[in-house]
């Protein structure tokens, strides 16, 4: 078994952690990393954006605008480290615009794992007001840009990894073309 294959086999998210988190000069060789995913046309549809110490306020603030609600949510202090995920496509007469939003969530994946396997505790939160004018604005999007949500990255507590998680059965999820004879349901 391959070390790549047993981080994949063993990722868990972790909805809670420490207040420790990697230090910027230890995000960037992992998000050098995370960005050779498969990219048609090497066109890096992405980019990331670091919310640390009072920018998780603000982000607090947004959060709650775009729902309606006055003061800052606690929901962005709930990691010292979130890392906003951004679909930035490029025009292209060739990749679509869903192909380039995957491999932005590709990005944000591949990260999560290797973030995982640096030894911090990674949760990947979305949520309605991921796609609000308030909170777009309080991460600076351009025009054509839509957030996908936050890895929210710390310390994991404890010894151990969270409880059992049911591995998936491949036979249920692989498969091979119909046939020409092959009837479906």
Same mark, same amino acid.
């Given at each position: 078994?391959?070390?790549?294959?047993?981080?994949?086999?063993?990722?868990?998210? &972790?909805?809670?952690?420490?207040?420790?988190?990697?230090?910027?000069?230890?995000?960037?060789?992992?998000?050098?990393?995370?960005?050779?995913?498969a990219d048609h046309s090497s066109?890096?549809?992405?980019?990331?954006?670091?919310?640390?110490?009072?920018?998780?306020?603000?982000?607090?603030?947004?959060?709650?605008?775009?729902?309606?609600?006055?003061?800052?949510?606690?929901?962005?202090?709930?990691?010292?480290?979130?890392?906003?995920?951004?679909?930035?496509?490029?025009?292209?007469?060739?990749?679509?615009?869903?192909?380039?939003?995957?491999?932005?969530?590709?990005?944000?994946?591949?990260?999560?794992?290797?973030?995982?396997?640096?030894? &911090?505790?990674?949760?990947?939160?979305?949520?309605?007001?991921?796609?609000?004018?308030?909170?777009?604005?309080?991460?600076?999007?351009?025009?054509?840009?839509?957030?996908?949500? &936050?890895?929210?990255?710390g310390g994991k507590p404890g010894?151990?990894?969270?409880?059992?998680?049911?591995?998936?059965?491949?036979?249920?999820?692989?498969?091979?073309?119909?046939?020409?004879?092959?009837?479906?349901?």
């Open positions: 078994m391959t070390g790549a294959l047993e981080a994949v086999r063993d990722r868990r998210s &972790w909805s809670k952690v420490t207040p420790e988190a990697p230090t910027h000069g230890e995000l960037l060789p992992l998000v050098a990393a995370a960005g050779r995913v066109l890096r549809p992405w980019r990331l954006i670091e919310l640390r110490g009072p920018d998780r306020d603000v982000l607090g603030r947004a959060i709650n605008k775009a729902e309606g609600h006055k003061g800052a949510s606690t929901k962005p202090l709930r990691a010292p480290l979130l890392i906003a995920v951004v679909s930035s496509p490029r025009k292209s007469s060739k990749v679509p615009k869903w192909e380039q939003e995957a491999v932005a969530s590709g990005v944000a994946h591949m990260l999560s794992l290797l973030l995982d396997d640096a030894g &911090w505790g990674v949760f990947w939160r979305t949520g309605s007001y991921t796609r609000s004018k308030a909170v777009a604005k309080a991460h600076g999007l351009k025009k054509n840009e839509e957030l996908l949500g &936050w890895l929210y990255v010894r151990g990894r969270p409880g059992h998680r049911k591995p998936v059965d491949a036979s249920r999820f692989l498969s091979r073309l119909p046939k020409k004879d092959d009837k479906h349901q």
